[in-house]
């Protein structure tokens, strides 16, 4: 038997070995830097050119977060208000609210005819690679509050949400955890609790068969209709209505599939 292999292949199994150390540490530390850089934007909050307040605006005065973000359209500027609609309440012979605050000198200035918007400094930003849209966001069942936090709280607008590739597929591959009822779309408030399970399960039946839903509640149950669901309901989950009964009923008869392939984001 001759020796078919050189003497210095007795080593090679162990440069494998090292190589693919390298190897799998690279990659390890890679994917560190790329993909988590999770908690290191939380926080984030930039000094505006004006102290607003939307514990004020929002919180208390209860204005409709659409009154100012609209999200028409997917655009490459902020999405916030134009000064017509601060100069509404606060603008000389309007609203003349706090007319005369230093506060507001920055308004007042926008509001004269050689004046520039004021320049808000954006808080959230997505690189340009990734790609997202409010609309459909908003329009399938989703809240302001589960990707900005309690806005309607907060004097000062800070970054909430890491806003990392991790966190958007956190939320796509079960985002039964978080879908609510369109009419609930800007109340941060809002708990499930808050719903009547009569209502929930009559809007439902716009959607769905009295026996599709049972099936969510229940797998194998029936029910013919509204009181047999609410009844089923109940037995299962209790007086007061939870998440864990809306959200699966929501992605089911909604149809939700949030995608998770690489092109729906990076387009
Ligand atoms: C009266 C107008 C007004 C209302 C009502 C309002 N906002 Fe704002 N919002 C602004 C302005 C002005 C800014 C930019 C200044 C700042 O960041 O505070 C802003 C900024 C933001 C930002 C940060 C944007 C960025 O730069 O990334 C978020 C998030 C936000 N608003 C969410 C909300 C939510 C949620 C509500 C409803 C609870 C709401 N806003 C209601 C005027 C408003
Ligand atoms: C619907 C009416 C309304 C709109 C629209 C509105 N505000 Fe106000 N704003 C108020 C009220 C009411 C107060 C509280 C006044 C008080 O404390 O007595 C206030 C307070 C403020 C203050 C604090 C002033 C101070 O001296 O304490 C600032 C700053 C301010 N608003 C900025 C803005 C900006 C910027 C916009 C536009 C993005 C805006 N507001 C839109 C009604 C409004
Ligand atoms: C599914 C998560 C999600 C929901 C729900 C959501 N946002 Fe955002 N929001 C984001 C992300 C991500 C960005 C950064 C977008 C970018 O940079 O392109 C952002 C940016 C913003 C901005 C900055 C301006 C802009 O368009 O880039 C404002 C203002 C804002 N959001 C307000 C709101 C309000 C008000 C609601 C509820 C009516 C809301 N958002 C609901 C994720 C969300
Ligand atoms: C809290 C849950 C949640 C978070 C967080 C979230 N998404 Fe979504 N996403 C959804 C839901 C729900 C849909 C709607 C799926 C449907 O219509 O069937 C959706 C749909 C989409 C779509 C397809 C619709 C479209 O606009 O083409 C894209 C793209 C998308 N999301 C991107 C993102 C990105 C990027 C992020 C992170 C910056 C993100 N999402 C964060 C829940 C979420
Ligand atoms: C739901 C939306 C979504 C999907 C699906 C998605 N991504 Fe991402 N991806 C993002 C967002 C948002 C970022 C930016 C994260 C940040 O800024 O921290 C990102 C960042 C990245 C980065 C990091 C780039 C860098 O250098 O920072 C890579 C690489 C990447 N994505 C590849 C992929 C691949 C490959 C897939 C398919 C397996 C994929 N993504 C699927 C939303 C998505």
Request: charged content about 20%.
């Amino acid at each position: 038997m001759g020796n078919f292999f050189p003497r210095w292949t007795n080593w090679l199994p162990l440069k494998i070995a090292i190589a693919l150390v390298f190897v799998v540490v690279g990659v390890a530390m890679g994917v560190t830097y790329y993909f988590t850089p999770k908690y290191t934007r939380v926080g984030y909050m930039p000094t505006q050119p004006v102290p607003f307040s939307h514990k004020v605006h929002a919180g208390q005065l209860g204005l409709d977060c659409r009154f100012c973000h609209t999200f028409g359209e997917r655009s490459s500027h902020s999405n916030v208000p134009n000064n017509q609609t601060c100069a509404n309440c606060h603008g000389e012979g309007k609203g003349q609210i706090k007319i005369a605050s230093p506060k507001l000198q920055p308004v007042r200035d926008a509001a004269k005819p050689d004046g520039k918007p004021i320049q808000w400094v954006k808080v959230h930003k997505l690189p340009d690679y990734a790609y997202f849209n409010h609309s459909a966001h908003l329009n399938r069942g989703l809240s302001c509050v589960n990707c900005h936090g309690r806005v309607d709280q907060m004097d000062v607008v800070y970054q909430h949400e890491s806003q990392s590739m991790g966190w958007c597929l956190d939320c796509h591959r079960e985002p039964e955890k978080n879908l609510r009822p369109l009419t609930e779309t800007t109340n941060l408030a809002y708990t499930p609790a808050s719903l009547s399970r009569e209502s929930f399960y009559k809007d439902l039946l716009g959607k769905a068969k009295a026996d599709e839903i049972a099936e969510v509640i229940k797998p194998g149950a029936k029910a013919a209709g509204l009181p047999e669901l609410v009844k089923l309901a109940e037995e299962k989950f209790g007086k007061e209505v939870t998440q864990a009964e809306v959200g699966p009923q929501l992605k089911k008869h909604w149809q939700i599939a949030p995608p998770e392939n690489c092109t729906a984001c990076h387009r």
